[in-house]
């Protein structure tokens, strides 16, 4: 059987996607034993229009990567939206909460107008998305079980539990148990990162997307429980889920 | 040759981070316009910064950029802590110095083996040498290797750190583990670095010289990437707080990246300002090393800059150890901090004796500017970044004036090569201020 054809593409984001997969060190020696890579600029200047898989890094943020995602989707069999960017428009996401105009003078003054830009978008806002691998960063692990998942055949899936699950395996003590509780997003964000942010003493700030069917109605009252503003709740959920709403 | 006409046009510059084109055109013999072109769609960090309570500004920060997270990092929580009058200990800015010096690391080994160095094969990437030359190619996977373990074990994930915040870290390091790093350093100094020497001093690089003004952090204590003066070889010394009298940014038309000006012209910003400003404290290896590649200080070749990178490397290594001996020697102290609480927590904020604060470090690539104005809820109202290839922009393209009529009598394809080299060479990372190179002829 002749090898698939793989081919990475970025849109708007931190490019971090992209240098994790290039970071598998040897495993990535392993995947282009597998595979055949045609296209991926940051690491070869050659450029294949023929592929059939597409893994797609970034957030749609201009009239011109509208017409280049549509390009790809047109090309590919499967289109893959690799991390968070490409999946809920990431951190990007954060300015569609600014007015346009204002935060494009502050950053390029009267010479705004010059530039394309639209609302930070995720892929699926504008062509179907066949999968998703969530997480800023994604997680190596779940990169390479995707891989050999759909190269044989099988279909990949997430993991449908919240992060919690995971941090509760961990032993960790819970942020809402601290002496000085610490607003966490893990009851409500899909698990499968091994909850490396409690873990690290940090929050879950929902990088990987809320659950399917996250209950939110519990989550708004445990926040309140908590004594925490309205404001604080939009800014929190705003580091990622900004668009949940607006997702089916 | 004279009267001649030519017409450059590449197209998504590849192997650099982001996208950006080359322009070149000229007639009857003379330059007309040399243009670098960053075409990447806005992203507006300052916008996602403002409105953000700072522990979550300083998560933001870092996805600034992929690769120099750390910097970002470090550059956010810098200009927050100066702005808080916030004074972290010795052991929290020598854990941070140890994990600027993994990200330079990490960073030079991807640019100087996988993106540069397969222009000097003739080959579009560095995947056909995994098995031309799979030595190489493993040396350069050990050096990433224990760069991703540093950053893995000391703030949990090798891009965008969790555990790296103001004040300190949410997770400590143990003794145990920095000595294991220490370990796997010191292996790498033995086993990989000759190799990299050995390779490296074979390759022969364009001859091009342009003296610039190189632009980088000064430090009597060490060679600097966390802390320092900020040093320009035309403007002198001056205080971070004092960058805006220095650096004006300029929005170009052809650049959604905006470009820096030094007081007078262009500068440049990297490892071969650094190199050419700081040989002297080095470590004894990376003298060592610049010796046994022919790279002397100061040099105005900006190819050299893949040189200066490999010189380093092999200097982080060593002043990685150097570290980690200090910290063993002194025991790493449980100075845990916790993320500000969720209700209530600006209670908790240290009294703001300032309102605005600015971060400076050396990144990869560069001097990197964080400035934010935070407000009495340490929220963040105002923020401006400055990041290290906006500042090469402008220097880039005079090496360029300054190059192509030098190379003039050659083929297009020699020139479209050099070109394409040299911007290569100052390693943008254009994502972050701007992809593959389509080279598009027209006479
Ligand atoms: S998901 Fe995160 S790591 Fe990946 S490209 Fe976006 S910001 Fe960068
Ligand atoms: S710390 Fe966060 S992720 Fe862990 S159990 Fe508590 S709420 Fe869930
Ligand atoms: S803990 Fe939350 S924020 Fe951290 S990686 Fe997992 S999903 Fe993302």
Redesign the pocket.
């Known amino acids: 059987m002749a090898k698939p054809k793989v081919a990475f593409f970025d849109f708007t984001c931190c490019e971090g996607c992209q240098l994790t997969v290039l970071s598998l060190g040897d495993k990535l020696l392993d995947l282009f034993e597998s595979v055949e890579v045609v296209n991926f600029r940051e690491a070869s200047s050659y450029k294949g229009q023929d592929y059939d898989i597409a893994f797609v890094e970034g957030s749609i943020a201009s009239s011109k990567d509208i017409e280049r995602i549509k390009e790809i989707r047109k090309r590919a069999k499967v289109l893959v939206a690799l991390g968070?960017c490409a999946h809920t428009a990431g951190v990007n996401a954060i300015r569609n909460f600014h007015n346009q105009q204002e935060i494009r003078k502050m950053v390029y003054g009267d010479k705004a107008w010059v530039f394309d830009s639209i609302l930070a978008q995720p892929i699926d806002a504008i062509v179907r998305v066949d999968y998703y691998i969530?997480?800023?960063p994604i997680?190596k692990e779940e990169f390479l079980r995707f891989v050999s998942q759909l190269l044989n055949n099988m279909k990949p899936f997430l993991p449908d539990y919240p992060?919690c699950v995971?941090?509760k395996m961990k032993g960790n003590v819970c942020n809402y148990h601290k002496p000085n509780p610490i607003i966490?997003?893990?009851p409500v964000?899909?698990?499968?990162?091994?909850?490396?942010?409690?873990?690290a003493g940090?929050?879950?700030?929902?990088?990987?997307?809320l659950i399917p069917d996250a209950n939110l109605e519990a989550m708004e009252w445990l926040l309140n429980e908590y004594g925490v503003s309205a404001e604080d709740k939009f800014r929190f959920y705003r580091?990622?889920n900004g668009l949940m709403g607006m997702k089916k | 040759m004279t009267g001649k006409d030519l017409n450059i046009y590449v197209h998504h510059v590849t192997r650099v981070e982001g996208h950006g084109n080359i322009l070149v055109d000229v007639k009857n013999g003379e330059l007309k316009e040399v243009k670098l072109e960053i075409i990447e769609s806005p992203r507006f960090f300052e916008a996602m910064l403002v409105g953000r309570r700072f522990p979550e500004a300083v998560h933001i920060a870092s996805r600034i950029c992929g690769i120099c997270s750390i910097s970002h990092t470090a550059a956010s929580i810098k200009a927050i802590e100066d702005a808080l009058d916030i004074k972290p200990t010795w052991q929290t800015e020598t854990l941070r110095k140890i994990l600027m010096e993994a990200e330079i690391l990490d960073s030079h080994a991807l640019h100087s083996f996988f993106l540069a160095v397969p222009d000097f094969f003739g080959l579009p990437s560095v995947i056909p040498m995994a098995s031309t030359n799979p030595d190489v190619v493993k040396t350069a996977i050990n050096f990433k290797k224990l760069a991703h373990e540093i950053c893995d074990v000391m703030v949990g994930?090798h891009t965008h750190p969790?555990s790296m915040v103001v004040d300190g870290f949410t997770n400590l390091v143990t003794e145990e583990q920095m000595a294991e790093l220490l370990k796997k350093i010191k292996a790498a100094l033995k086993n990989d670095v000759p190799k990299m020497l050995e390779f490296f001093s074979r390759i022969k690089f364009p001859d091009f010289e342009r003296k610039a003004n190189y632009t980088c952090l000064v430090n009597p204590e060490m060679y600097p990437f966390y802390d320092g003066m900020i040093k320009s070889s035309e403007a002198g010394v001056y205080r971070h707080r004092d960058y805006r009298q220095k650096i004006v940014e300029r929005v170009v038309d052809h650049s959604t990246a905006k470009h820096a000006f030094g007081p007078v012209k262009p500068y440049m910003v990297g490892a071969l300002a650094r190199f050419n400003t700081n040989y002297k404290q080095l470590m004894p290896g990376a003298q060592e090393a610049a010796k046994m590649l022919g790279l002397e200080a100061p040099s105005y070749n900006p190819y050299h800059i893949t040189l200066a990178q490999v010189v380093e490397i092999v200097h982080c290594l060593e002043s990685m150890s150097r570290l980690i001996e200090q910290l063993l020697s002194r025991g790493i102290r449980d100075e845990r901090v916790e993320r500000p609480p969720l209700a209530g927590w600006s209670a908790r904020l240290p009294p703001a004796k300032k309102s605005w604060g600015v971060g400076v470090v050396e990144a990869p690539r560069g001097l990197l500017i964080h400035e934010y104005r935070i407000n009495g809820n340490g929220t963040i109202d105002a923020a401006n970044c400055i990041i290290p290839t906006a500042q090469n922009l402008a220097n880039i393209e005079a090496d360029m004036r300054e190059l192509v009529p030098q190379i003039l009598d050659r083929s297009k394809e020699e020139i479209t090569q050099l070109l394409e080299m040299l911007v290569r060479s100052y390693d943008p990372c254009i994502s972050c201020s701007a992809h593959l190179l389509k080279v598009d002829f027209v006479e």
């Open positions: 968070a969530p997480e800023c997680d992060v995971e941090c966490c997003l893990g964000t899909r698990g499968g990162c091994g909850a490396i942010c409690p873990s940090n929050a879950c700030e929902g990088c990987r997307g580091m990622y | 994930r969790i």
